[in-house]
């Protein structure tokens, strides 16, 4: 079936400092991905929609500039949380659409941000 | 447009016990439906979805889902609850099959299952 694979799984970082979390369609090619946040026991928060060999596009309110994101191939796509800091921690999450059949969505497994 | 509500934040269920976790949609557009399921600290897995064709959709671990046009809901039940069923499920939609369209999520239920 339709793999994503999200690294790392969780990451730790100093305020300030920049994470990169990296999410790759396995089996199948992935022109569209989708970013996703997650506060603790909330739902998922679309952030961005990353479309391969194309600039992303930014859901309201989230600062493009902080949340870096690349989309170099038809199955890899990039986050990066530039000078993180703290109110920055929380749960991300990737998914394409393909590989699931008509209309299925498949998710990476998440990541976990702390940063201290 | 589109959105999604999930009625109760939180339902509790005993082991063997039939689970009925309720969403309901607005879309402006023939809607495709999806339930998911997270356990803790990971992604999503997909449970059920729905397109197009039959109205009642069976997924994956014994749940099913029926599409009610006419009641906007995309209920998602289980015949008997067993212990691994404990976890945050998700409903969602979006408006078509492309690649780039958006997935709206609701707020999410979580469900305990009981001894």
């Known amino acids: 079936g339709a793999v994503v694979s999200q690294h790392p799984s969780w990451v730790i970082c100093k305020s300030g400092t920049s994470v990169k979390i990296e999410c790759r369609s396995l089996?199948?090619?992935?022109?569209?991905m989708f970013w996703y946040r997650q506060f603790p026991k909330q739902s998922l928060m679309l952030m961005a929609t990353?479309?391969?060999?194309?600039?992303?596009?930014?859901e309201q309110g989230v600062e493009k500039d902080k949340f870096l994101i690349n989309h170099a191939s038809l199955t890899l796509s990039t986050l990066t949380v530039t000078s993180a800091h703290p109110e920055d921690s929380s749960f991300y999450i990737c998914s394409a659409r393909g590989g699931q059949g008509k209309g299925g969505y498949t998710f990476g497994s998440g990541t976990r941000l702390t940063v201290v | 447009a589109q959105s999604v509500t999930q009625l109760g934040s939180h339902v509790s269920v005993s082991e063997g016990a039939l689970v009925l976790l309720r969403c309901n949609y607005s879309s402006s557009v023939p809607p495709y439906l999806f339930w998911y399921v997270q356990y803790p600290n990971q992604g999503l897995q997909l449970l059920l979805k729905?397109?197009?064709?039959?109205?009642l959709v069976k997924g994956i671990n014994g749940f099913e889902a029926e599409f009610k046009k006419s009641e906007t809901s995309f209920h998602l039940t289980k015949p008997s609850a067993h212990m691994s069923d404990a976890a945050e499920y998700f409903c969602?939609?979006?408006?078509?099959?492309?690649?780039?369209?958006?997935?709206?999520f609701g707020t999410g239920t979580r469900l305990q299952v009981t001894l």
């Open positions: 729905y397109t197009t064709g039959a109205t």
């Open positions: 969602a939609v979006s408006s078509s099959t492309g690649t780039a369209s958006k997935l709206t």
């Open positions: 089996d199948f090619q992935a022109t569209t």
């Open positions: 990353s479309n391969e060999g194309s600039k992303a596009t930014y």
